[in-house]
T-cell receptor, first 114, second 110 residues
Framework: DSGVTQTPKHLITATGQRVTLRCSPRSGDLSVYWYQQSLDQGLQFLIHYYNGEERAKGNILERFSAQQFPDLHSELNLSSLELGDSALYFC?????????????FGSGTRLTVV | TQLLEQSPQFLSIQEGENLTVYCNSSSVFSSLQWYRQEPGEGPVLLVTVVTGGEVKKLKRLTFQFGDARKDSSLHITAAQPGDTGLYLCAGDSGSNQFYFGTGTSLTVIP
């Protein structure tokens, strides 16, 4: 157990739908990062939150959004889902906002859009 | 944009053999990390290197950061089946987050 909790572990939904993925960071970590992993694109950085504030955006589509709540858990919202959104979505946490510390990853949410 | 290219993409070797995985970029990195990922799990941090020319050893794994901080290598001595997994390098090129490489899938055959 890495200490980073992601729910749900698996999600199957239809095209056009909206889903919410949840992440609880490791105790004491203030940063949360979201990544998308697919076979053809590898691990792609989506977005970074630090202590409730958005710090950086990567290759995140406009149909996707995220937030980090006061208790530091984070949610990634995916809307108007397309078949190509099927992927593993990982959350990682870190103590600080920079890269002085390594990332601790959760076990991921496998999203299948049918 | 994929900043980090890893080679080889796939590697299948016999138990006991040695291997080297490469991570290359045209960008300079302030720090670089190596992770291993097993099926159904998230990546797990193996090592962080920050100084050009730095060499770190973790049991049978040796990590090297290039002098110009644009590349890195991971060498495994006497590979074991437990080394099987996806090896990922990740670099910070000044954006203050890590971007991951394309990955090397290693299979060690008993």
């Amino acid at each position: 157990d890495s200490g980073v909790t992601q729910t749900p572990k698996h999600l199957i939904t239809a095209t056009g739908q909206r889903v919410t993925l949840r992440c609880s960071p490791r105790s004491g970590d203030l940063s949360v990062y979201w990544y998308q992993q697919s076979l053809d694109q590898g691990l792609q950085f989506l977005i970074h939150y630090y202590n409730g504030e958005e710090r950086a955006k990567g290759n995140i589509l406009e149909r996707f959004s995220a937030q980090q709540f006061p208790d530091l858990h984070s949610e990634l919202n995916l809307s108007s889902l397309e078949l190509g959104d099927s992927a593993l979505y990982f959350c990682a946490s870190s103590k600080a906002a920079g890269t002085d510390y390594g990332y601790t990853f959760g076990s991921g949410t496998r999203l299948t859009v049918v | 944009t994929q900043l980090l290219e890893q080679s080889p993409q796939f590697l299948s070797i016999q138990e006991g053999e040695n291997l080297t995985v490469y991570c290359n970029s045209s960008s300079v990195f302030s720090s670089l990390q190596w992770y291993r990922q097993e099926p159904g799990e998230g990546p797990v941090l193996l090592v962080t290197v920050v100084t050009g020319g730095e060499v770190k050893k973790l049991k049978r794994l040796t990590f090297q950061f290039g002098d110009a901080r644009k590349d890195s290598s991971l060498h495994i001595t006497a590979a074991q089946p437990g080394d099987t997994g996806l090896y990922l390098c990740a670099g910070d090129s000044g954006s203050n987050q890590f971007y991951f490489g394309t990955g090397t899938s290693l299979t060690v055959i008993p």
